[in-house]
């Protein structure tokens, strides 16, 4: 064999060697992530005891979708109070209908007429209604449920999404539960919730890598509320570095196919 040729086979042998090798160092290094990035609560200490000083109440909100129903011993004096549709032939049991929070905060409610709930609480609505009740009806029972609570998980989290609540109330980390918990390279430091209200967004950030998170004023989320987790540093790099490594590849590609070429044209 000549000289060239083994010079064109070593060649070949050893781009095809290093060019996978590139590929995977490149990839192991821009997802590096130290424990400070990744861990949360890091400066809670052992058998600590943390007491929930956060007072938070949910309040209803414009464009709530509201459920109240009332009853009473006397079904009959509570019945023009609910809103129900269908029913009555066949068997068929008539439907709720839910209250649509308009853009005063207002509902209709029926008999009374409008009534503001918006910015207070489900047990400030109860207390409300069951006040203006009270003329027409003797210790009313009245069952308030939000139908419309949902929050939204974007970003560096494994399952991005929107996701139905059930209940009052949800913490960010049942919210992250939900949407998988954040990848190895989102921001634990510096994540973002977006709340709307009444039409004004207020943007807060919350350092889920600190116990002082549980304190935060948007550790409990409230309805349509938006947490966006935003990429680290390692997640841009890597970004930037699929680039340049496409490029690597393609050069290697080349220089593989052209030493490829060579040998064959020299045999």
Not at 14 to 24: D, E, G, H, I, R
Not at 83 to 90: I, P, S, T
């Amino acid at each position: 064999m000549s000289i060239k040729k083994m010079l064109s086979l070593d060649i070949f042998r050893f781009l095809k060697t290093v060019a996978p090798l590139l590929v995977v160092s490149g990839i192991l290094l821009s997802s590096c992530a130290t424990r400070k990035e990744v861990v949360y609560f890091q400066n809670t200490g052992d058998f600590e005891t943390l007491v929930d000083k956060n007072s938070f109440t949910p309040k209803f909100k414009v464009d709530d979708l509201v459920s109240i129903y009332v009853s009473t011993l006397d079904s009959e004096a509570s019945a023009p109070f609910n809103l129900l549709r269908g029913g009555g032939e066949g068997g068929i049991r008539p439907e709720q209908v839910d209250y649509l929070i308009d853009k005063d905060g207002e509902i209709d409610f029926p008999v009374i007429g409008k009534v503001k709930i918006a910015g207070l609480s489900g047990e400030e609505v109860r207390v409300l209604l069951r006040d203006k009740l009270s003329d027409y009806l003797k210790d009313p029972i009245i069952n308030i449920r939000l139908r419309n609570f949902s929050i939204s998980v974007l970003g560096e989290v494994r399952r991005p999404g929107t996701y139905p609540v059930d209940g009052e109330r949800i913490t960010i980390m049942e919210a992250l539960g939900f949407a998988g918990d954040l990848t190895i390279k989102g921001r634990r430091e510096n994540v973002m919730v977006i709340r709307d209200f009444d039409g004004t967004k207020v943007y807060t950030r919350i350092d889920l890598t600190k116990k002082e998170a549980l304190s935060s004023p948007v550790y409990y989320l409230t309805q349509n509320d938006v947490v966006y987790v935003e990429p680290n540093n390692s997640a841009i790099k890597s970004s930037t570095l699929d680039s340049r490594m496409s490029i690597a590849v393609s050069i290697a590609s080349l220089l593989i196919t052209s030493t490829v070429l060579l040998i064959t044209r020299t045999n």
